[in-house]
Structure formats: C-alpha cells, structure tokens
C-alpha cells in the first residue's frame, strides 16, 4: 500500500498534512479499527484523534464510584485480544482501561493517537475527492467536559479559554468511531431554581473528585445503570455520605447479573489460572457467554405470542426476586408496568441491596424545584401513573446534586459536523429522512469514503457492544482495503440501498418489545423513531458484515482494480470448475454417502474426545491450586 502521511504543498502558505485515514474516536471502536488496519492490511498510515485526555473512550471518562462493566469481561473485550488476566468477572472501568492500553501497546499504536483535539469538521471536496478535515487543538482538559459545557467557556471566556490552534488537513478515509454515550443530558429546563443551589451539580459521566460527600445529603437524579452502581457505594466509606435521595420517574426492569462460574469470590481467585493454563478454556467461556446472550434474545425480544409467555414467566420471576430484596415500601413503585426488555435491563449486583439501607431513600415524588440548599419534590408521585397520592410538597436538604440521567442519544456523531456531497449535512439528511440511519449502521449515501463504525441502530440490548463494533470493523476494512490498495477511488452506499435498509430495520423493530413493550425509552425518540437498537441476533448481525451485497454499493474502480476484479473473477471460476471436476472423480472412485457419513462421525468423536480432555485438565488446575 503505497499511501503516506505527508505535507501537501509544504513551501506554500495554503500547506496541509495528508492522512490516508483519519478515525475520530480513542474508545474501544476506534481502538478495533487501529488494530485491524495494521494488523489485517499491514498499514499504520493513520491518525486516531480524540477531544479527550486519555484513551478508552466512555471509560475513560466514566470516573464514578462503582463504575465497572455489567456484561462479563471476556465477553467485552476483543476477539483478537482476548485477556486472560481480569481480576473479576465484571472488571472495574479502570481496569478496562488499562486492558485498552495494553492492547495499543500490544499492536504498537499508542503513537497513533493524538488527543486533546476535537474534529469539528469534515467536508467532503467533490473535485479532488478527498475530504477536508477541521482539527481543533484543545486547551488541556477542556475535551473531558461536555460540548455544552465548552459552549458556555467559549461564550463567556472567549475561544482562547477552550482552543489553542486550528489545522486543516484532508483525508482519503473517514471512520467515525464516535460512541454513542457522549454527550450528557443537562438540567431539564422545566426545574426552575438550580442557578440558586450553592452546592456542586455534575452529571455522572463527568464525576467531580474534588467535591468531599463526607456527611453531606446528596439527591440523585436518576435510576438507570450508572445510578444503579455509585447510589450504594455514596452512603459508605470513603464517601461516607449522611443521606442519599434518589429520584425516579418509573422504575426499571432489574435483574441479576451474569454470576460467575463458583462465584465471585471463587472466581477472581482462580480465573487467571484457569484462563491462562487450560488450552481453549477462554475461548469456550466467551461462546458460552455469547450463546446464553442469543438465546435470551430469542425468547424475550421478539413480539410474538411464545416471547410475550417467556417474558411474563420471567418477570414474575424478577419480582419476586425484588420482593424478597427490598423494604416492603419499595414494592409498588419497583414493579414496571411494561415488559421487561423495554427499556434497558439493569445488571444488578448492589442497588436492591442498598435500598436497605436508612440512609438511602427512593421516591418517585416529581423535582419540582431547587433551593439554595434543597430541592421540592412533588406534590403527588409520578409512579404508578394511577396512583391517588395527594401528598404535599416536601422540601429535601441538599448538598450535592448528581445527574444520572443519561445522554443525549438521538443526534449522532454530535457535535462533529459532516458535509458530503453538494455539501449536506450528514445529521440534516438523516433527520430529513426520519431520524438517525445509515446502511448496515455504517454508511450513508452522498458521503463517500466516510465509515461509522457503531453507527445507528447497531446496539444490542442482549449482548456485547464490542462484538457488534469488531462486526462493523470487519465490514468497512473490506471497502478500505480497495481504496488504500488503489483498486478504487471511491465507495458510496447506493441511495435506494440506503432508504430500503432502514425502512425494513423500522419494520422490524415494531415486530420487538423495544417498540411494542409499552414503554418510553432512550431507544425512541419522541415521534417513535428508534435509531438506537438492532431488531435482530448479533449472529444475523455477524452474517450482514461477512457478506456485503456489493450491489447496493457505487463503487469507482481504477485501472488496477479493473483488472484485480477480472483476475478475481477467473480465479472464482477456475475454482468452481475444479470442485465439480473433483465431485465427478469422487463420483467415479466409488465412494458413496456412508462412507462420508463415517468420516464425519470419527471427526466429532474426535473433537469430544478433545473437550473431554479440556475438562480434566481444568478440575486439575483447580484442584492443584
């Protein structure tokens, strides 16, 4: 592959650097994709940027107490970097990251990435096709606070305060590896007062260490999974705080976690063991993860008659595990009038618990107002929707103020800006057509050479994100690879491709309990578009990525790839005219089904004798420990 980094007219005034390929995003997608092209492609002529301060993306910047990974660790991690060092099964998020670390350091690439800098721009220049790409250099820092929060320095500071230098460089290849999980949701406009309040309020995403909760009533704003892991550890040392109120609108589906194999206690002590010494043991545990995930999907996702059965047994089943947790108070508003797999499930291993606790309270009383030094809650309650509750206004002490309550999902890649052809705006076109979407949550047409990787509607809400990222990796290196090889110019999804994609992946979702659940969620936007979730299995997932329908591409062939792509052709049949000539020879040699069927028998006794033997091997380990 002959593409460099290099400086484009470097005598002139108008000089720019070249980048073959530019990845927005230092998170677990932009860190696959880095991984891939070098290991895959052989080529390390790329720049990984990113607004933050740090590598590992949403945990990176996720500091909370209590933040850890509710989908088990080797099951969240790479397929080609599989760790067998975890310290438990679901690891602390400084764990993960320096798992991510030590990845880039494993394929050399942590001098790939450059931080403190936001990509505010991409233009696509339809003449040279290439695209123009905006760098902004970031005061240090200034990229672990949210856009908003920038916008706010900006205006009463002045750009100095946030930048110190804009770049203009081009690129062949844009992969947007921007998560999902980015912006934080704000104070809700309608709770008048907070700019009276003389306590510190941040969001969860943004957890400020340097505020001391030591004796001091703290209100959280929330009851999703982030709010689920700090609220138990706030009234405990070292935060020691004196009360915690936790505000929720309705409640969610809370199940319990993926119990590790002997438990926790026994598999943190014996795991890395186990992993490292038992050939294979890794590997099963991982597809065993994955197979527990899909078959969940199957029984509890669809809207269909056996699904809906699945989930009733299933949900009696979580109440009354919850029944058999928490104060007898908690009963009523902990029970979801909606399905379960509607909304977000939370991985629960301490919140239920917690709710023990005398220090912590839970209400569904609505935020009213805010104080100097205490919110309003109600009057009345906001779950259950029907209940008769008349209760005055209550006045709640506050110290401290911690949003939990999610992020801004349904404007993809915001803030970056994407102008493709004719200059349209990449988010413009996507809500003209109805809400966020691309192709194989990958591609939009009018925007060639550019990738998302993660895009819309490729989350899952049964298994590993990092496996529907590695998914979406594997399917744009196939595109890239043409382009950095010089067999293309360049790749665009077809429009009618496009438009018939996501207009068949809405179809479907009305066919799950993510739009036919009877709840409101994150997943939907006002209107009912969900941008969010894949309707379904990650192995049909899997299935879309190996094999592209090229025909719903536009893609411009060089002379070299003209001639690679007829030279693909003769091989392709070259090697369908060997195969039947080999069937007609084994036709001719005689030999018939049953003897096909004895090889195929003695070859799966021969792999269970081998998982037999892995078997043993294991009780050994542990047995010698």
């Known amino acids: 592959m002959g593409e460099t980094i290099r400086r484009v007219n470097g005598y002139d005034h108008n000089a720019y650097t070249y980048y073959p390929v530019i990845i927005v995003g230092a998170g677990a997608s932009g860190i696959a994709m880095a991984c891939k092209l070098k290991d895959k492609l052989g080529f390390d002529q790329f720049r990984i940027f990113d607004r933050q301060a740090g590598i590992g993306g949403t945990w990176w910047i996720n500091r909370y107490p209590g933040v850890a990974c509710d989908v ?14 975890w310290t438990s099964f679901h690891p602390p998020g400084r764990e993960i990251v320096q798992y991510y670390h ?21 233009t696509w220049l339809e003449d040279e096709q290439i695209w123009e790409v905006t760098l902004r250099r970031l005061i240090a820092g200034m990229g ?20 110190s230098e804009t770049e203009i460089v081009r690129a062949k290849v844009v992969i947007s590896a921007v998560g999902g999980l980015v912006e934080p949701k704000g104070w809700p406009d309608d709770i008048p007062g907070i700019e009276s309040f003389k306590g510190p309020v941040f969001h969860s995403a943004r957890w400020d260490e340097n505020v001391d909760f030591s004796d001091k009533n703290v209100v959280v704003v929330g009851t999703g999974c982030s709010s689920a892991q700090l609220v138990p550890r706030l009234p405990n040392a070292p935060y020691n705080a004196r009360s915690v109120t936790q505000l929720m609108r309705s409640p969610p589906w809370v199940v319990p976690s993926f119990p590790a194999p002997g438990g926790d206690e026994w598999w943190e002590k014996n795991s890395p063991k186990l992993m490292k010494n038992v050939p294979g043991l890794l590997q099963a545990l991982r597809f065993m993860i994955f197979v527990g995930g899909e078959t969940a999907f ?19 089943k979580m109440l009354e595990r919850m029944k058999g947790i928490v104060p007898e108070k908690y009963h009523e508003i902990l029970t979801p009038n909606y399905g379960v797999g509607c909304k977000r499930r939370i991985f629960d291993k301490r919140w239920l618990t ?3 606790d005398p220090k912590i309270e839970l209400t569904t009383k609505p935020l009213a107002s805010v104080t100097e030094h205490s919110v309003i809650l109600g009057p009345g309650v906001l779950y259950p929707p029907d209940a008769k509750d008349e209760s005055p206004e209550k ?6 103020i911690i949003l939990a309550n999610g992020f801004d999902t349904t404007r993809w890649l915001h803030p970056l800006r994407v102008a493709g052809k004719g200059g349209k705006d990449l988010v413009e076109l996507m809500d003209e057509r109805g809400g966020a979407q691309a192709y194989q949550g990958t591609a939009m047409d009018g925007f060639p050479n550019f990738f998302m990787i993660f895009g819309p509607n490729t989350a899952t809400g049964h298994s590993s994100v990092v496996m529907a990222s590695e998914n979406m990796v594997n399917y744009s290196l196939k ?3 043409l382009i950095l090889n010089g067999e293309v110019t360049t790749v665009d999804v077809k429009h009618e491709a496009e438009v018939a994609y996501t207009a068949q992946l809405q179809k479907d979702l009305k066919k799950t309990v993510w739009q036919s659940g009877g709840c409101r969620s994150w997943y939907v936007t006002e209107d009912g578009w969900n941008s969010t979730v894949y309707p379904h299995s990650q192995i049909d ?25 007829r030279k693909t052709q003769a091989v392709r049949l070259l090697a369908v005219a060997l195969m039947m000539g080999g069937a007609y020879r084994l036709k001719q040699s005689g030999l018939g089904v049953k003897d096909l069927k004895a090889l195929l028998r003695n070859s799966l006794q021969g792999g269970l004798a081998t998982i037999i033997q892995l078997w043993a091997l294991c009780k050994e380990q542990v047995t010698s420990r």
């Not at 690439?109 to 991409?122: A, G, H």
């Not at 592209?548 to 690679?564: C, F, L, R």
């Open 541 to 565: 997932f899997y299935r879309r990525c190996l094999f592209p329908k090229w025909n719903d591409w536009s893609v411009v062939y060089t002379k070299k790839g003209v001639a690679q792509k």
């Open 102 to 122: 030590d990845v880039c350091q494993s394929y050399k690439i942590t001098d790939k990435f450059e931080l403190n800098t936001d990509i505010e721009q991409c």
């Open 72 to 85: 088990p660790a080797a099951f969240y991690s790479f397929s080609f970097a599989q760790n067998p060092n």
């Open 479 to 481: 595109f890239i690879k």
């Open 395 to 400: 006045e709640i002490p506050a110290d401290v």
């Open 298 to 316: 199957f029984k509890l996702f669809p809207a269909t008659e056996a699904a809906a059965k699945n989930r009733k047994l299933y949900e009696e």
């Open 144 to 163: 672990d606070v949210s856009s908003k929060e920038r916008a706010k320095i900006v205006k009463e500071k002045g750009d100095a305060a946030v930048y």
């Open 354 to 356: 917690s709710l023990n």
